[in-house]
């Protein structure tokens, strides 16, 4: 980690750095990316994906400017539970981390309408799904993809992204991960999954 560091700090100068991701929770494996995001004052580029001491860096570049913008809580969601590696004077690593958390939970819980039209949505392509023609295997993955940015807006929480879903599902509802995981694996199991996912019973 020394190395990467080291490397950021040399090559882009930083004004912050802010670390998110596995390597920030303590999960990483051989094949976990360094995620890190980057205020320079200056970019010269919007990503740097280069491996460092064995460890591919997922490295986003970003100018005060743009970190102080209306919009970057939503665009810059993933830093919601970050780990701030350099911070300068004012503090903008913080300011960040804090908006995008206000952000999170102001927009966590969806109304009725929402919650009813997503159940309609999904039943709808469980019955199209149902008849095992092309495109209905097609409406299945899209339904299965989709299915845990549902379950968490039927339990009113924020969809941080896949990943972070699949870790909390499986450490906070073990009947639910134990759908989830027979539907991923069998195709024939997305019903049970769905219809789970569609409760709004609150487990993540």
Same mark, same amino acid.
Request: net charge negative; proline share 3%.
């Given at each position: 980690?020394? +190395? !990467?560091?080291?490397?950021?700090?040399?090559?882009?100068?930083?004004? /912050?750095?802010?670390?998110?991701?596995?390597?920030?929770?303590?999960?990483?494996?051989?094949?976990?990316?360094?995620?890190?995001?980057?205020?320079?004052?200056?970019?010269?580029?919007?990503?740097?994906?280069?491996? !460092?001491?064995? %460890?591919? $860096?997922?490295? &986003?570049?970003?100018? #005060?400017?743009?970190?102080?913008?209306?919009?970057? #809580?939503?665009?810059?969601?993933? &830093?919601?539970?970050?780990?701030?590696?350099? *911070?300068?004077?004012?503090?903008?690593?913080?300011?960040?981390?804090?908006?995008?958390? %206000?952000? +999170? +939970?102001?927009? /966590? %819980?969806?109304?009725?309408?929402? @919650?009813?039209? $997503?159940?309609?949505?999904?039943? @709808?392509?469980?019955?199209?799904?149902?008849?095992?023609?092309?495109?209905?295997?097609?409406?299945?993955?899209?339904?299965?993809?989709?299915?845990?940015?549902?379950?968490? %807006?039927?339990?009113?929480?924020?969809?941080?992204?896949? @990943? @972070?879903?699949?870790?909390? !599902?499986?450490?906070?509802?073990?009947?639910?991960? +134990?759908?989830?995981?027979?539907?991923?694996?069998?195709?024939?199991?997305?019903?049970?999954?769905? *219809?789970?996912?569609?409760?709004?019973?609150?487990?993540?």
């Amino acid at each position: 980690m020394d +190395a !990467i560091l080291d490397y950021l700090t040399n090559t882009y100068h930083p004004l /912050a750095m802010i670390g998110y991701g596995s390597y920030a929770n303590g999960t990483q494996n051989a094949q976990s990316d360094f995620d890190v995001l980057l205020i320079c004052r200056s970019c010269p580029c919007r990503h740097d994906g280069r491996v !460092i001491d064995g %460890v591919r $860096l997922d490295a &986003v570049l970003r100018t #005060p400017q743009e970190v102080l913008d209306e919009n970057a #809580p939503q665009d810059l969601i993933t &830093v919601h539970d970050g780990v701030i590696l350099l *911070e300068n004077e004012n503090h903008i690593a913080q300011g960040l981390i804090d908006r995008v958390r %206000v952000y +999170a +939970a102001a927009h /966590a %819980v969806r109304d009725a309408d929402e @919650k009813r039209h $997503l159940r309609q949505w999904s039943l @709808k392509m469980l019955e199209r799904a149902a008849r095992g023609d092309a495109e209905g295997l097609y409406r299945a993955h899209w339904l299965l993809t989709d299915s845990l940015e549902i379950y968490c %807006v039927m339990r009113d929480r924020y969809y941080f992204g896949p @990943k @972070k879903t699949i870790r909390a !599902i499986e450490a906070q509802d073990p009947a639910g991960y +134990a759908l989830l995981e027979g539907a991923l694996r069998d195709l024939s199991c997305l019903q049970k999954w769905t *219809e789970y996912a569609l409760q709004t019973t609150a487990h993540v």
